[in-house]
């Protein structure tokens, strides 16, 4: 299991600009979602509406319990407006854990769990 930090205010504007490329109300589940790759320093967030793309990378620290993990990467999708709902809820250090049916997101004394999605989005290949 990866696990990562980060500050409320950077993942917020993160999603913020990401999501805006997913529609909600779309036809289909995934144009709802939104795409997270964590891999040690670093998170990607990922929406898609069918016809836009929209990618970004912001740093993120490695909570300690990574040193001891066999895992390079982990990716979820889940549900962009209720991920987006729940950081904008919350302040200060944001602790991510990806597990393999859920993403729990840890702050102070907030707890949330959410759902992966059986559908997943198309990876993005970063531009050079």
């Not at 320093?41 to 016809?51: D, I, K, T």
């Not at 729940?86 to 597990?99: I, R």
């Amino acid at each position: 299991m990866i696990e990562l930090t980060i500050q409320q205010n950077t993942l917020a504007a993160a999603l913020n600009i990401v999501t805006r490329a997913s529609r909600p109300n779309g036809l289909a589940t995934s144009f709802e979602l939104v795409r997270l790759d964590a891999s040690p320093g670093r998170l990607m967030l990922s929406c898609f509406n069918g016809e836009f793309a929209a990618s970004g990378t912001i740093p993120a620290q490695c909570l300690p319990a990574l040193a001891q993990a066999q895992v390079d990467i982990a990716s979820t999708c889940v549900n962009a407006a209720t991920l987006r709902e729940v950081v904008q809820a919350v302040s200060g250090e944001v602790a991510l854990h990806f597990g393999e049916s859920e993403l729990r997101l840890e702050c102070g004394s907030n707890k949330s769990c959410l759902r992966a999605s059986a559908e997943s989005l198309p990876a993005i290949e970063a531009v050079n």
